[in-house]
């Protein structure tokens, strides 16, 4: 079965911070997509990130940084340098990359940040 | 790219009536759209896969005659609730998929009195 843990239901920093939002997957395909998506206040999911399971290079992107490991089965998500406007709920995914894969998400709880000023 | 927009953003209407909620891809075509709601603090539930000139997919539980979901081109796929009850009142966001990645739209709040 495939499955997405978000232990941490939410985290509270202080801008400027550093904060890593845990992610934690089961599945039993070999090919498979890993996804991050924020949700402000706002409601609209932005999504940040994908990764397939062939490619466990950690990627980089601005404040935002991603750390896939197979091996543990995670794929952890650090901000450098928290600002208030990160606060958010943040959802890890996962989707399987089968041939009959219709594309379904399975999203772990999401982690609610908050970022105080 | 990859755009999704949703219409209404938000909608009150009167219990026993029914409404219909639009989920366009504004930059891309998109075969498989998807339909979920969400409750307050928690996460996206998958009500229905819905694919272009066929029939949507629905998750368990979720009840087809009462959430009819029409995807009649690459870029619309619609979701109307009918004769909806205050048990109805949610958030109801899409997604369009492309490339193995889906993108949402900003969602619709619905508020059935």
């Known amino acids: 079965a495939q499955k997405v843990t978000q232990a941490q239901t939410e985290i509270s920093v202080v801008e400027k911070e550093d904060v890593t939002l845990d992610c934690v997957y089961e599945?039993?395909?070999?090919?498979?997509?890993l996804f991050w998506y924020k949700q402000p206040p706002s409601g609209e999911l932005v999504f940040l990130i994908r990764?397939?399971?062939?490619?466990?290079q950690n990627e980089i992107s601005g404040r935002y940084s991603w750390n896939f490991q197979k091996s543990t089965s995670s794929f952890n998500f650090t901000i450098t340098a928290s600002q208030v406007v990160d606060s958010a709920v943040y959802f890890c995914?996962?989707?399987?990359?089968?041939?009959?894969?219709?594309?379904?998400?399975?999203f772990g709880q999401g982690t609610t940040l908050q970022v105080k000023p | 790219g990859a755009v999704v927009s949703q219409h209404p953003s938000w909608v009150i209407c009167k219990s026993g009536t029914s409404v219909k909620i639009e989920c366009r891809s504004l930059d891309f075509q998109a075969t498989t759209m998807f339909w979920y709601r969400q409750f307050p603090k928690q996460s996206l539930m998958l009500m229905a896969t819905s694919n272009e000139g066929s029939k949507a997919t629905y998750e368990q539980g979720v009840e087809k005659d009462k959430f009819l979901i029409n995807h009649a081109s690459l870029t619309l796929s619609t979701l109307t609730v009918t004769s909806a009850h205050p048990e109805d009142s949610s958030f109801y966001i899409c997604?369009?998929?492309?490339?193995?990645?889906?993108?949402f739209g900003p969602g619709t709040r619905l508020t059935v009195l």
């Open positions: 995914a996962l989707s399987e990359g089968d041939s009959s894969n219709t594309g379904k998400l399975i």
């Open positions: 997604s369009a998929s492309i490339a193995h990645t889906q993108y």
């Open positions: 599945t039993r395909d070999t090919t498979y997509y």
């Open positions: 990764r397939n399971s062939f490619d466990e």
